[in-house]
């Protein structure tokens, strides 16, 4: 019975890693549907398969705390529409499990101003749940994150072709424990919509000053802010680890 018990023990130990399940082993070219498990938490995706394009670990330094930091996982997955990019994601999850909570990424999002959405639903220090909408103009530069630059790389590599500009739907959530922090690129190509004219991120034709006067855009980018504020509570379950097995997120209405 104590070998038994022991046994027991390491299996455990095995599995659990600073208090989060064992993450999985990233690798470029995965594909994953319905939603993704990281070790107890998921991240839910929108319907059809996303291959893994591009992925980092790194240290955390933004304890909310000050304490010994722990590390954060940034990954990029795709889904295609023959040589184009339908929509792209980028998250990013801490790796192991605290009991003082995370500053979040990309949470200063849901404060700005100057974009088309952005949303505070709740905001203490050790729960956070936000979400925003902004037009991204693509470009890779010699600051860029690593696993950005592999994902561009991997478009390059297969002919694909990535779309000049995407509107983005983030969402955070954060709790004591862990947080995920989701952004999902919509191309606006797949709805019918020209290249734009002016790809400057201030200039741009989807910038929210010029959408402003072009009924079209305006109706496509306000689809992704319904989408975000109908399926920010499908990535919270998601962090509590409460998605069922397949279980995702819709399309925009504009996507589908």
Same mark, same amino acid.
């Given at each position: ?20 399940? $064992? ?39 933004? *304890? ?25 994601? $980028?998250?990013? &999850? ?18 700005? %101003? ?7 639903? *709740? ?7 936000? %979400? &925003?909408?902004?037009? !991204?103009? &693509? ?20 002919? !694909? ?5 995407? !509107? ?31 790809? $400057? ?16 855009? +305006?109706?496509?980018? %306000?689809?992704? !802010?319904?989408? $975000?504020?109908?399926? *920010? ?8 680890? +409460?998605?069922? +097995? ?11």
């Amino acid at each position: 019975m104590r070998g038994l018990a022991v046994w027991m023990l390491v299996l455990v130990i095995g599995c659990w890693v600073n208090g989060v399940f $064992a993450q999985p082993k990233w690798a470029v070219n995965q594909v994953y549907e319905g939603n993704i498990d990281i070790g107890g938490v998921q991240v839910p995706l929108p319907p059809g398969p996303w291959t893994v394009t591009g992925f980092q670990s790194s240290v955390n330094q933004s *304890r909310s705390d000050g304490s010994i930091p722990g590390s954060s996982t940034n990954v990029a997955l795709a889904q295609f529409a023959g040589d184009m990019v339908r929509a792209y994601i $980028a998250f990013s &999850y801490n790796d192991r499990s605290m009991s003082s909570g995370w500053t979040v990424p990309d949470a200063k999002n849901c404060s700005r %101003q100057e974009i088309h959405h952005a949303k505070i639903v *709740r905001d203490m220090q050790l729960d956070r749940r936000c %979400q &925003y909408v902004n037009h !991204i103009v &693509y470009s890779v530069g010699a600051n860029s994150a690593q696993w950005w630059k592999d994902s561009i790389e991997f478009a390059r590599k297969r002919g !694909i072709v990535m779309p000049m500009v995407a !509107i983005a739907g983030g969402i955070v959530v954060s709790d004591r424990a862990n947080y995920v922090s989701a952004t999902y690129f919509f191309n606006p190509a797949i709805a019918g919509f020209p290249a734009p004219q002016n790809t $400057a991120w201030s200039t741009s034709d989807w910038n929210v000053l010029n959408v402003a006067g072009d009924e079209k855009k +305006k109706a496509f980018v %306000q689809s992704v !802010i319904d989408w $975000a504020e109908k399926n *920010r509570q499908l990535v919270e379950t998601g962090l509590a680890g +409460k998605l069922k +097995k397949g279980e995702g997120l819709g399309w925009p209405a504009a996507m589908q």
